[in-house]
């Protein structure tokens, strides 16, 4: 049976002075270098709505300034990771607060949402 990974990428900033480093989360067949981004898109500073983008890219992409490993999955669990993706309605992008105290993103203590800490 096929394995995965499961990585949580950081994206590099874009270069706009209101812009965040993001997270995304990534599907990868161990052993491969392209996989599945699930990308939170949009947003006040895009002055767009949020937008769920599941896409296939190079996870050594350019935009990558670090990635981790979170899980070994199962084959059938990589439905799952999309499925729980579709499932919620996109709200906000998942800043990324590199200042926490283990390096991933935190809930924000009033709205439960994952932000980089400034608000």
Do not use: C
């Not at 699930?38 to 935009?63: F, M, R």
């Amino acid at each position: 049976m096929a394995k995965y990974e499961l990585l949580r990428a950081v994206l590099r900033k874009t270069g706009n002075p209101m812009d965040r480093s993001v997270w995304v989360l990534i599907t990868v067949l161990q052993g491969e270098t392209t996989g599945t981004w699930y990308q939170i898109l949009g947003g006040p500073v895009e002055q767009t709505a949020y937008e769920l983008k599941i896409h296939t890219k190079e996870i050594d992409s350019p935009e990558v300034k670090s990635y981790k490993k979170v899980a070994d999955i199962r084959e059938e669990d990589v439905a799952v990771v999309e499925a729980v993706a579709r499932g919620e309605a996109p709200r906000y992008s998942q800043k990324w607060d590199p200042y926490s105290k283990n390096g991933w993103p935190h809930p924000h203590p009033e709205t439960g949402y994952v932000t980089d800490g400034s608000d």
